[in-house]
């Protein structure tokens, strides 16, 4: 061991007390620093997955659907308004010629043609509007898992078999087996065979959707070969504006929507949250390096006279510059440590307190960790450069005489 870093260790415990606060100063910014890290990110990740885990991170559609562009053709055309307008015209014409074009892209993970309508349900004496998605459910079950989450009955949407879910079940008080009648604007009521119903963690979802078969729903809502859209999945849900970009060049007649543009507000809020974590543990940084400053500071005062005989005993500026800079790395270092296994304890006493209580699970973020450590690490270093050159400028015989 060399003759600084013997020294500075003996300063630090000489002053046990000081070095007791100040570890514990910096233990605890750590703390807070690792805690609300992983917990703001842990929480974040469970929003957005909430929010696009059973969803299209990018959706294909028709531009005719569009009421704002229908509103701007002739008034012979007005009646072509969602509602009014006929079956006949609704719809993705050229689905197969997209999903050729499309469905081989190494970005995707999941690419399910849709047809989508509305309905009125009619069950024990209640009248209740939902939505009618016609899928392969082959396909689909990679965006909506829909066969490992049926609760009651079986996941089969084939002919007049349909899925419900959990809120709607409840609601209407239907069963797996019942049989219900669905009432469209193209005809009379249409009975169908309830098979399964499923609970896709989702309050609305449950209670306004039903699944049935592709080829089914489009004789159901009359469309022919049409379609209504094609929803797609990727791998990086976050390039799903780059890549829905490039698509818009590639496919210019028809709609193309990513969830971001969807979710603007959604994103502004986690993006609002970030930015507030980044500010509180910059200020904890900042605390913690002005407090090991203004020890260390104090530390050289108390240490003037010892300084002094060091370097009248032959000690160079370099030396005596190099002992308060260990200080300051080994404060930071070993405040890091403890700060993070203290982080790691708060973590675990949150997950065991929220546990039945619907709290998302949280994953520990090692990297995460080992950097806010490496900051508070480096924080601490450059928090002794001051005390450092204030130790390597002391007189020797002024402080012997003074100190």
Same mark, same amino acid.
């Given at each position: 061991m060399n003759l600084e870093l013997k020294i500075a260790l003996r300063f630090l415990k000489y002053g046990k007390t000081q070095?007791?606060?100040?570890?514990? $100063?910096?233990?605890? $910014?750590?703390?807070?620093?690792?805690?609300?890290?992983?917990l703001i990110t842990s929480l974040q990740e469970s929003l957005i997955d909430e929010t696009i885990g059973n969803a299209a991170h990018i959706t294909v559609k028709s531009r005719d659907d569009e009421i704002g562009r229908i509103l701007e053709q002739s008034n012979q055309e007005m009646s072509l308004l969602r509602g009014n307008r006929t079956a006949l015209e609704? &719809?993705? !014409?050229?689905?197969? +010629? /997209?999903?050729?074009?499309?469905?081989?892209?190494?970005?995707?993970?999941?690419?399910?043609?849709? +047809?989508?309508?509305?309905?009125? !349900?009619?069950?024990?004496?209640?009248?209740?509007?939902?939505?009618?998605?016609?899928?392969?459910?082959?396909?689909?079950?990679?965006?909506?898992?829909?066969t490992s989450r049926i609760v009651s009955g079986e996941g089969v949407a084939e002919g007049n078999q349909i899925l419900i879910g959990t809120k709607l079940s409840k609601d209407l008080g239907i069963e797996a087996g019942d049989v219900i009648n669905l009432f469209t604007a193209q005809g009379e009521p249409v009975p169908f065979l309830v098979s399964g119903i499923f609970d896709l963690e989702n309050e609305a979802v449950n209670s306004t959707v039903?699944?049935?078969d592709f080829n089914r729903s489009q004789k159901l809502f009359q469309m022919e070969s049409r379609i209504t859209a094609i929803e797609i999945q990727l791998k990086d849900p976050f390039q799903s504006d780059v890549i829905a970009e490039a698509?818009?060049?590639? !496919?210019?007649?028809?709609?193309?929507?990513?969830?971001?543009?969807?979710?603007?507000?959604?994103? !502004?809020?986690?993006?609002s949250q970030s930015s507030s974590t980044y500010t509180i543990q910059f200020f904890v940084i900042l605390a913690v390096t002005l407090g090991i400053s203004s020890v260390l500071a104090v530390s050289v005062v108390q240490k003037s006279k010892e300084i002094g005989i060091l370097k009248a005993m032959g000690v160079t500026k370099g030396s005596a510059s190099r002992i308060f800079l260990m200080q300051g790395f080994l404060l930071g270092a070993a405040g890091s440590?403890?700060?993070?296994?203290?982080?790691?304890?708060?973590?675990?006493?949150f997950q065991l307190a929220g546990?039945?209580? $619907?709290?998302?699970?949280?994953?520990?973020?090692? &990297?995460?960790?080992?950097?806010?450590?490496? /900051?508070?690490? +480096?924080?601490?270093?450059?928090?002794?450069?001051?005390?450092?050159?204030?130790?390597?400028?002391l007189n020797p015989m002024e402080a012997i005489k003074n100190g």
């Open positions: 070095t007791l606060f100040i570890l514990l $100063g910096i233990a605890v $910014g750590v703390a807070v620093q690792i805690f609300l890290s992983t609704k &719809g993705l !014409i050229n689905w197969p +010629v /997209i999903a050729e074009e499309l469905q081989d892209e190494p970005d995707i993970t999941a690419f399910s043609p849709l +047809v989508q309508g509305t309905a009125l !349900i009619r069950s024990s004496g209640k009248d209740l509007s939902v939505q009618v998605k016609g899928i392969q459910l082959s396909k689909a079950d990679k965006i909506y898992e829909l039903i699944f049935m698509w818009r060049s590639r !496919i210019p007649e028809e709609e193309i929507i990513d969830w971001k543009e969807q979710n603007k507000q959604l994103l !502004i809020a986690l993006s440590i403890i700060g993070a296994a203290l982080g790691i304890l708060l973590i675990s006493l546990l039945g209580a $619907g709290v998302p699970e949280i994953s520990y973020r090692w &990297g995460s960790m080992l950097l806010i450590g490496g /900051i508070s690490t +480096v924080s601490g270093s450059l928090a002794s450069l001051l005390p450092a050159r204030r130790s390597a400028n």
